[in-house]
T-cell receptor, first 112, second 115 residues
Framework: GNSVTQMEGPVTLSEEAFLTINCTYTATGYPSLFWYVQYPGEGLQLLLK?????DKGSNKGFEATYRKETTSFHLEKGSVQVSDSAVYFC???????????FGTGTRLLVSP | DAGVIQSPRHEVTEMGQEVTLRCKPISGHDYLFWYRQTMMRGLELLIY????????DSGMPEDRFSAKMPNASFSTLKIQPSEPRDSAVYFC???FGTGGSSPLHFGNGTRLTVT
């Protein structure tokens, strides 16, 4: 079946530190991969996506590369800010008319 | 574009009461999703619609839960009777397609507390 596994949180960092949030997936076929972010008191919103192997999605200083050989889509940012504190969800879409499959979410806490 | 609009933002009710959550999707979107989020179980998909027709309701926890989409601009999620374990944040989301080529747009959720 289709599934997404994320690292457990919370991830606690100081401002300007390097961020990695791990995400691996299991899927049949060639899924599209996504990172969604949920800020406090809000719904999820798309952060970035990649639709095929070796694609790199990027937005707001965040990046993730679709690695088919390791079935991974790790989220990275070179220098986090306090405003990046949120919950980050990795997700995949198997294709066709199948629904999105979300991971369990990873909470990021950034302190000044 | 006003985004996905959910109401109410907060709902506090007593056990046994009927609760109705409302959602107005983004105009033109053909899919609508209802999710529930709790600390214990994370984000759960309850049901989704395509062109107002329910496609998959396998995530609806019990017969106490029901969802309708009478037209393209309105959907409801009803819980009758409500129980304390239904306390959660309920999100509605809409999209073109199932979220593959275009993203899901989420509302800001309804925080339900059942006492």
């Amino acid at each position: 079946g289709n599934s997404v596994t994320q690292m457990e949180g919370p991830v606690t960092l100081s401002e300007e530190a390097f961020l990695t949030i791990n995400c691996t997936y299991t899927a049949t076929g060639y899924p599209s991969l996504f990172w969604y972010v949920q800020y406090p008191g809000e719904g999820l919103q798309l952060l970035l996506k990649a639709t095929k192997a070796d694609d790199k999605g990027s937005n707001k200083g965040f990046e993730a590369t679709y690695r088919k050989e390791t079935t991974s889509f790790h989220l990275e940012k070179g220098s986090v800010q306090v405003s990046d504190s949120a919950v980050y969800f990795c997700a995949l879409n198997p294709g066709g008319f199948q629904k999105l499959v979300f991971g369990t979410g990873t909470r990021l806490l950034v302190s000044p | 574009d006003a985004g996905v609009i959910q109401s109410p933002r907060h709902e506090v009710t007593e056990m046994g009461q009927e609760v109705t959550l409302r959602c107005k999707p983004i105009s033109g979107h053909d899919y609508l999703f209802w999710y529930r989020q709790t600390m214990m179980r994370g984000l759960e998909l309850l049901i989704y619609f395509n062109n107002n027709v329910p496609i998959d309701d396998s995530g609806m926890p019990e017969d106490r839960f029901s969802a309708k989409m009478p037209n393209a601009s309105f959907s409801t999620l009803k819980i009758q009777p409500s129980e304390p374990r239904d306390s959660a944040v309920y999100f509605c989301a809409s999209s073109f397609g199932t979220g593959g080529s275009s993203p899901l747009h989420f509302g800001n959720g309804t925080r339900l507390t059942v006492t």
